[in-house]
């Protein structure tokens, strides 16, 4: 079992930046590639980035690539996202996932956070 709390969100102007952190608590952290979620008002839930429990491989969405960069660090049981260039369509709810990856794809499974809110203005 893996349990996820997300922090970090916050409300930035366009241009900007923030980090989000996720931490695990359960002793199979870095057994699990892990990965960022985001849901916007009136759309459904898309995947941002993930990272294998390595840290060795990462992918991304074509939308943040170049802009946002996901790290993990199974020491402290956390996962970081990076965000920088922030825009206006990057307001969504941020959640932190506990997946798995086969032949490249992130594929989540039913661990969740509670989720944490970006807002950027424009």
């Known amino acids: 079992q893996v349990q996820l709390v997300e922090s970090g969100g916050g409300l930035v102007q366009a241009g900007g930046s923030l980090r989000l952190s996720c931490v695990a608590s359960?002793?199979?952290?870095?057994?699990?590639?892990m990965g960022w979620f985001r849901q916007a008002p009136g759309k459904e839930r898309e995947f941002v980035a993930g990272i294998r429990w390595s840290g060795g491989y990462t992918s991304y969405a074509d939308s943040v690539k170049g802009r946002f960069t996901i790290s993990r660090d199974n020491a402290k049981n956390a996962m970081y996202l990076q965000m920088n260039s922030l825009k206006p369509e990057d307001t969504a709810v941020y959640y932190c996932?506990?997946?798995?990856?086969?032949?490249?794809?992130?594929?989540?499974?039913?661990?969740w956070g509670q989720g944490t809110q970006v807002t950027v203005s424009s």
């Open positions: 359960g002793r199979t952290f870095s057994s699990y590639a």
């Open positions: 996932n506990a997946g798995v990856y086969s032949s490249g794809n992130y594929y989540p499974q039913d661990y």
